[in-house]
Each structure stands twice: as C-alpha cells, then as structure tokens.
C-alpha cells in the first residue's frame, strides 16, 4: 500500500542537507519505526509530509484526498511536520496553500488514514482516552489532550498553524491531519468539533 509518501530524517541530516526534505515522490516506503525517539543527546526525529489535494477518487493511493472542492481545491498544496522534542513533548506544523482566502478552518489530528469517506479518517486522536464517545466533554476534547491545528487563511488562501503538546503519540495511534469547515468548538457538549470533514492528509505520525 504505497499510500504514503514522507521522508524522515532528523536535525543532523536536515542541518548538513541545508535543506528541508518534502517528499513528492510516489511510492515510497518506510516503517515510523524507523525514527524512534532519540535519547536526550540525540539528533531530534522529524517527519514532513509535503503534498497536494487529490479528488476523492483517488483516496485508496493519495497522500491527501478533498472530499469539498469548493473549499479545499484539487491541487492545492499542504505540508505537516511533527518533531519530537527533547523535553518529551511534541511539536506538529500544519501550512496550507491555496485554499479559500480569509477564512477559519478547523484541523486536527485524527486516528486512521484517509480514505473515501470523510469519517475514515476515525476520531481525534487522544492522549487521555475520553471513556465516552464520541467526545465532547472539554475534559478530554481540548487542545492540550488533543491536537488542534485550526488555520486561518489570508488574502491569497495560505495559512499556517502550530501545536505543542507535552506528550508522543502512541506508536501507530495517530494517522491523519483532517481539515474542516469551521473554527473548533470548546464548549460543553460540543468540544472538539468543527462541522463536516472537508479533507484529509495521511501523515505517519511518530
Ligand atoms: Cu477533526
């Protein structure tokens, strides 16, 4: 399944390349297991996946599917980079290019890869698991036990956003960044949400 298409590398290699490695080729394969979490005096682990919206169509083999064209354009780029951090924490940037200009949407990192439908993709993922789910409770459905990565574009439809939390992934836990149609809820009952799935980007995250 060569579904995705990422290069992990670490600071060593990023600092002697002097270059951030984007993957676009097709086809490549590699196990999360090959970037495991280094010890403090290590280089720190990366993962970049730089791609762009394919048609829903295509959602067994794309790196990246729109399941909304209007909103999340065929063709428009996406990049997420997830860094381990030295401190035990974890650092996730989402940049976006080519979207509807000056609006909010909501992202998040979610479960299970992409596939045809927007609910493949499963629930956020989550470091303290919410016993009850769906998720709604502010409790667990927060940006601390969560990541959000929300964006908001600018006048030519390019955006950036950044999250840090204190904890790593559980290993295969965490497959996909999921784009939506609004800014993400924090209230009671509502928490975490933030309307329908307009696209999805399959990330191995660490
Ligand atoms: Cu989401």
């Given at each position: 399944m060569p579904r995705h298409k990422f290069t992990v590398m670490n600071k060593g290699v990023l600092l002697s390349a002097g270059v951030l490695a984007v993957a676009t080729g097709a086809g490549l394969m590699a196990t999360a297991g090959a970037a495991e979490p280094q010890e403090a005096k290590g280089p720190v682990p990366k993962i970049v996946v730089g791609t762009v919206f394919a048609p829903v169509s295509l959602a067994p083999y794309a790196q990246a599917v729109t399941y909304n064209t209007d909103l999340v354009p065929v063709a428009a780029r996406v990049q997420v980079k997830e860094e381990l951090r030295r401190s035990g924490g974890t650092r996730i940037e989402l940049r976006v290019r080519d979207?509807?200009?000056n609006r909010v949407y909501g992202a998040h990192v979610h479960t299970k890869p992409c596939g045809k439908l927007p609910a493949d993709a499963g629930p956020h993922y989550q470091n303290e698991l919410d016993p009850v789910q769906p998720s709604v409770d502010p409790d667990f459905a927060n940006p601390h036990n969560e990541v959000w990565l929300d964006l908001t574009t600018n006048k030519d439809g390019s955006a950036r956003s950044i999250a840090t939390v204190d904890w790593r992934f559980r290993e295969g836990g965490a497959r996909s960044v999921v784009i939506h149609e609004m800014a993400t809820s924090t209230h009671e009952?509502?928490?975490g949400t933030a309307g329908a799935r307009l696209a999805c980007v399959n990330v191995p995250f660490m």
């Open positions: 979207l509807d200009e009952g509502h928490a």
